[in-house]
């Protein structure tokens, strides 16, 4: 019999073939990387860590030949130990840290892992709140860790950008045990050096240690190719992210330090210089078991590939695109959040705009193939389910290679689906304008296959 979700599948590779991708937090892996997620390693358990030993800096035929003894729980671990020694070596070298966690699941799994390794129960973490363009992971009361810590969160200005002096005034009265700077909708490039002015204060106020850490998950592709700043390089002491938006690798997490790298089989003291140890153990067995070796292969193959200097002109593209994109939208009447983009990433206030809410305009772009997300803007007084805006971004186009003519296409089709919007009113009555859709719908899939997405035939 056949399996169905074979067939489900097929008809996943014609959506993405036919259809344009403007989620700004999704990617297309290159061939190589969908080769080692779906490899036999999926079948070995590793429990633990692999040496650390000469990590970053050995060249990776050393790394891929030497028998070390390892901090495993299993037996047969000649080659995961090299594969996640490549993996946490590349990472190092991609993001300037001492130290990568390689093993978190996903960003979430990330930035638990953090929490759990610097701060106890009923402490203060200080980060972007949700409504300002922050992650549910930050400290939003539906998530498991807003019941274990106390979240402070800090907003953004009119102009879209950070209110660091929000932030330092909050940070110098609720004695924050962790500074946070990261986002999942946010256009701006953050100032991390004036982040990194204020810890000290906050430091010298409440006389401890604070651990300074960025979520890079959106931006960690634009830091690798070197159009986005580095947190590490500007006194910040982890960094986590997501391994598969614009860093376009297998769907994980990550976690980067600077600090002591040592066996995290003994408790280290509780110190920032101790950070990656700290880390480690809050992963495995702190927050997760076994690693999943082939997603590790896969992330050491995607930071290969970040690594080349192709990958620098993709990242300079993503955000050329983006701006073009941004600049088109406005000429054709959207109002953006932030007036415009720094990054990949474009909020696009629909209320303003057109007068119908985000959600309404997300389910129209589905009806022609472009995906993007309905998304809260800061202040939004409709409920989170039908916000007032919508998310989009560039990674994904500019893999398969679209450039300045398509982003005015693009636009183009954008402000059609919002006229038809404008005219059905409601969900109910855009099947009133099917013809117009599915003309739009013919546009959008004559040109999204002319650029091939890479891993499908
Ligand atoms: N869900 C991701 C995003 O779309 O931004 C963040 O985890």
Known sequence: MKDLIFDLIENEKVRQTEGLELIPSENYVSSNVLAAMGSILTNKYSEGYPSFEGIPGWDE??????????????????????????AISRACQLFHASHANVQPHS???????????????????????????????HGSPVTESAHIYNFVGYGVTESGDIDYADLEAKALDCDPKIILVGYSAFMKIPDFARVATIREKVTAKFGHEVLLMADMAHVAGLIAGGVHPNPLDYGFDVMTTTTHKTLRGPRGGLILSKGNVASPLKKPAHTLENIPILIDRAVFPGTQGGPLEHIIAAKAVAFYEAMQPAFKAYAEAIIKNASALAAALQAQGFILQGNGTENHLILIDVQKSFGFDGKLYEKALDLVGLTLNANSLPHDKNAAFRPSGVRLGTPAITTRGLGFAEMEKLALWMKQVADLCQAAGSEEHLADYADAFSKIHAEVTALATSFPVPGIN
């Open 107 to 137: 960003g979430a799994q990330a930035n638990n892992a953090v929490y759990f390794a610097w701060a106890e129960p009923g402490d203060t973490i200080l980060g972007m709140s949700l409504p300002a363009g922050g992650h549910l992971t």
């Open 61 to 86: 035929d050393k790394i891929a030949t030497e028998v070390l003894p390892n901090y495993r729980y299993y037996g047969g671990q000649t080659n995961v130990d090299r594969i996640e020694r490549l």
